[in-house]
Every structure is written in structure tokens, then in C-alpha cells.
């Protein structure tokens, strides 16, 4: 069992930045693929990054270029770096976790979401 929480989430002007961060309980979190998730209102759960145990990346097409995910394995902490936030970044932000070392997932442990807003 893994328990993720995550920070970070707050309201910010277009152009701006903010680092999310989620902290996991577990000591062998290295051993998991990570991952951040969106959901806007009303719209589907989207993926937006994830970084495997390798420090492998992967983004959406939506981030690229503004988002970067980075792992701390000795702090058991992943973070999100989002530069260049537009009002479309609006969204809840999860934080997951899976034992499969792969960007795709599946992923089995997620963290109750931090919201980030982001105002035109």
C-alpha cells in the first residue's frame, strides 16, 4: 500500500508558475513508476506526465515544453514544475503511483488531488 498526498495547488495568473509536489509514504518509492493526472470540471481524468523508475519521461502534448516531472527518490517525492500556465491548465491535479515500470500504467495508488486555478 502506498499513500500519496499531494501540495502545491493554488490560484495563479496566466504566464505563471507553480510546482506541485507529492509526497509518498512507502520507503521503496523508487520502486514505482509516477505519474500526474488532471481533471478539469466536467471533463474526463486526463494524463499529463509520468516519470518510471529509470527517470524515463513522458508528457502529454498539452504540457510539453511548459511541465516538467522530476523524482526525489531520497525525499519519496515526485514534483510537477508548470511554467507558462495558461487558463486551460485549470484542473484538480492526482498524483499516482504504479509498480509497472511503464509511462502507460497501469497505475494503482493515487492522491486525493490538490486544485490549481488559473485565471486569464
Known amino acids: 500500500q502506498v499513500q500519496l498526498v499531494e501540495s502545491g495547488g493554488e490560484s495563479v495568473q496566466a504566464g505563471g508558475s507553480l510546482r506541485l509536489s507529492c509526497a509518498a509514504s512507502r520507503r521503496t518509492f523508487s520502486n514505482y513508476a509516477m505519474a500526474w493526472f488532471r481533471q478539469a470540471p466536467g471533463k474526463e481524468r486526463e494524463f499529463v506526465a509520468s516519470?518510471?523508475?529509470?527517470?524515463?519521461?513522458y508528457y502529454a502534448d498539452s504540457v510539453k515544453g511548459r511541465f516538467t516531472i522530476s523524482r526525489d527518490n531520497v525525499k519519496n517525492t515526485v514534483y510537477l514544475q508548470m511554467n507558462s500556465l495558461k487558463p486551460e491548465d485549470t484542473a484538480v491535479y492526482y498524483c499516482?503511483?504504479?509498480?509497472?515500470?511503464?509511462?502507460?500504467?497501469?497505475?494503482?495508488?493515487w492522491g486525493q488531488g490538490t486544485q490549481v486555478t488559473v485565471s486569464s
Open positions: 516519470i518510471r523508475r529509470s527517470r524515463f519521461t
Open positions: 499516482a503511483a504504479g509498480l509497472r515500470d511503464d509511462s502507460r500504467g497501469p497505475y494503482e495508488y
